[in-house]
Each structure stands twice: as structure tokens, then as C-alpha cells.
């Protein structure tokens, strides 16, 4: 069964802290992609991978960056951890690019900054 | 990019279909029409997509209204296992899929 794996689905980080978010996906998929879920705002794109090493800024990206040195891998870093950044953080990765393919996400991180 | 809007919730009977709308009158011809689905505590799974025609799979069918700016995703039989958020979008070939607050669908037993 294909899937994108997301290394923690519980994180709590204290205010200030260097946060990494890890995600794998075993589809052999160009793209990947990272999203925040808030109540009320629906999925919101931080930034995104169409190839190794290779990152672009998605609509929030501000207080975040992106590695990607192998295509199954994506890491979010969270440079130093606020309070605004406690929030669900959805890993998803897609085939190509035609507007045909669909994305395939995994299960969330929860992460609490306190 | 290309948004949609959908009914913030829904309700539905158990064993009833459930018609949940999706209007996307800014949609350009080569956008293909994506739903997901979100159950608690997880992350969205794909539904269904099409482009012009109508479709059906194991899961649902997708409506596709002539002039393409409204669809509607199709549960036959509603399942309590159906509660869950229903995202519609647009996938438009780029990077920056939009994805709304989508429709919260109760199922009642």
C-alpha cells in the first residue's frame, strides 16, 4: 500500500526551539508538499518540492524552510519554534504534473509550541 | 489560482445519498475537478476526479454540470464511516492547489 509517512503525529516544542518535521514517501513522486490545517482556514500551503533539491515558497512560508536531499525525503524546519506555529502540518506528494494527478497525504503532525 | 466554494456543513441520514455541491465559476478549461475527504485525526484521501464527463467509483460518483462551473460528489448509501470533511478542488497542472474549509458532513444514525 502506497503511503506518505510523517515521522511524528504528536510534537510538543517550547518557544524558541529548532523544530524538524520529517516525511517519506515510497511512490517515487517528483512532488511533495507541505500544508498547515488551522480550524476555520482550511489547508494552507507553506512551501513545496518539484524535484531534489529544489524548493519553492508556497502562500505562508514565512518562519519556515524546506530540505529536500533525497526525492522520497522532505523536511519542514521550523527556525525557531512561536506560539502561532502550534498547528496540524500535512505532508502530501503527487506524480508529475499533470492536472489529472491527484495528491496523496499523510497523517498529520500535531505540533504544540508552548 | 482557481477557488471553489462549498456549504460550510451538511447533514444526512444513514442509508440516504448525499448530494454535497461545489460551485467553481472561475474554472478554466483544462482544470480537472478533484474531491478528498478528511476523517478525523487524519490526513485528506483522494475521492474522485473528472474533467468534463461524469464519473463513478467504488467510493462515490462526481457530477459534472454542462458548463462546468458546479459539481456535485455523490455518496449513494451514507455510512456513519462517511462523516468526515469533503474538499473540493481544482487542480489546475500548477504548485498552488487551493484547498478551502470544505463541507463537514454529519451522518446521522
Known amino acids: 500500500d502506497v503511503k506518505v509517512t510523517q515521522s511524528s503525529r504528536y510534537l510538543v516544542k517550547r518557544t524558541g526551539e529548532k523544530v524538524f518535521l520529517e516525511c517519506v514517501q515510497d511512490?517515487?513522486?517528483?512532488?511533495m508538499f507541505w500544508y498547515r490545517q488551522d480550524p476555520g482556514l482550511g489547508l494552507r500551503l507553506i512551501y513545496f518540492?518539484?524535484?531534489?533539491?529544489?524548493?519553492e515558497k508556497g502562500d505562508i512560508p514565512e518562519g519556515y524552510s524546506v530540505s529536500r536531499e533525497k526525492k522520497e525525503r522532505f523536511s519542514l524546519i521550523l527556525e525557531s519554534a512561536s506560539t502561532n506555529q502550534t498547528s496540524m502540518y500535512l505532508c502530501?506528494?503527487?506524480?508529475?504534473?499533470?492536472?489529472?494527478?491527484?495528491?496523496?497525504f499523510g497523517s498529520g503532525t500535531r505540533l504544540t509550541v508552548v | 489560482d482557481a477557488k471553489t466554494t462549498q456549504p460550510n456543513s451538511m447533514e444526512s441520514n444513514e442509508e440516504e445519498p448525499v448530494h454535497l455541491p461545489c460551485n467553481h465559476s472561475t474554472i478554466s478549461g483544462t482544470d480537472y475537478i478533484h474531491w478528498y475527504r478528511q476523517l478525523p485525526s487524519q490526513g485528506p484521501e483522494y475521492v474522485i476526479h473528472?474533467?468534463?464527463s461524469n464519473v463513478n467509483n467504488r467510493m462515490a460518483s462526481l457530477a459534472i454540470a454542462e458548463d462546468r462551473k458546479s459539481s456535485t460528489l455523490i455518496l449513494h448509501r451514507a455510512t456513519l464511516r462517511d462523516a468526515a470533511v469533503y474538499y473540493c478542488i481544482l487542480n489546475t497542472g500548477g504548485f498552488k492547489t487551493i484547498f478551502g474549509a470544505g463541507t463537514r458532513l454529519f451522518v446521522k444514525a
Open positions: 473528472g474533467l468534463t
Open positions: 511512490m517515487d513522486h517528483e512532488n
Open positions: 518540492s518539484y524535484d531534489v533539491k529544489m524548493k
Open positions: 502530501a506528494s503527487s506524480h508529475g504534473q499533470g492536472d489529472y494527478y491527484g495528491y496523496t
